[in-house]
């Protein structure tokens, strides 16, 4: 309604955390172990696929490249 994008802006009271897979197991158990972790959940993989980009999947399953955003995120004035 604004002209906001949620992925630009801020949130506070998350955490992103990267992790060898390796260890994935182990740090989701330590994280869900507490009451603000108890929702922590794997939500990406770094590949090789596509070097230096973020690659968003959909609801329906395609691939939305997220880029850097290029200023200042100003809301949509109507």
């Known amino acids: 309604m604004l ?3 949620p ?3 801020a ?8 992790v060898s897979p390796d260890k ?5 158990s330590a994280m869900r172990s507490t ?3 108890k929702n922590a959940a794997v939500i990406g ?3 090789s696929d596509h070097p230096g980009c973020v ?9 939305r490249i997220l880029n ?10 109507c």
């Open 45 to 47: 993989k770094c590949t």
């Open 55 to 63: 690659i968003m999947k959909t609801a329906l399953g395609a691939g």
């Open 11 to 18: 949130c506070e009271g998350k955490m992103l955390c990267i």
């Open 68 to 77: 850097k955003l290029a200023g200042a995120q100003l809301p949509r004035i």
């Open 3 to 5: 002209g906001l994008d």
């Open 35 to 37: 009451p603000y972790g």
């Open 24 to 28: 994935e197991h182990e740090v989701l």
């Open 7 to 9: 992925l630009y802006c």
